[in-house]
């Protein structure tokens, strides 16, 4: 079975720095596109980033750019997302996602049909 399993959020202050780590087991994603999303309270999902199979192309929100990168260890099957100078608005759930059949780092959330179960992000004021 495969599984998708997020760690390290949290609660933080505005301006300060969290890492989220995404370790997926029952299935190699070496050479697939995964990536995180999140969502807000009374929000739509939306995406955050996303990076593709071997590691060397990413994509992200206009709202995170500069300030979150995405990363990959294959060896660990481990996808990460850290998070800089976070601001409230950075509040949410965040998902990580990979996929099963595309290659590529891709920003709609259909391309993805694994899900993890979510960690809470909070930023305080």
């Known amino acids: 079975q495969v599984s998708l399993v997020e760690s390290g959020g949290g609660l933080v202050q505005a301006g300060g720095s969290l890492r989220l780590s995404c370790a997926a087991s029952?299935?190699?994603?070496?050479?697939?596109?995964m990536g995180w999303f999140r969502q807000a309270p009374g929000k739509e999902r939306e995406f955050v980033g996303t990076?593709?199979?071997?590691?060397?192309?990413?994509l992200y929100a206009d709202s995170v750019k500069g300030r979150f990168t995405i990363s990959r260890d294959n060896a660990k099957n481990t996808v990460y997302l850290q998070m800089n100078s976070l601001k409230p608005e950075d509040t949410a759930v965040y998902y990580c996602?990979?996929?099963?059949?595309?290659?590529?780092?891709?920003?709609?959330?259909?391309?993805?049909?694994?899900w993890g179960q979510g960690t809470q992000v909070t930023v305080s004021s």
């Open positions: 996602v990979a996929s099963s059949k595309y290659y590529g780092a891709y920003t709609s959330s259909w391309r993805y049909d694994y």
């Open positions: 029952g299935r190699t994603f070496s050479s697939n596109g």
């Open positions: 990076i593709n199979g071997p590691g060397g192309s990413t």
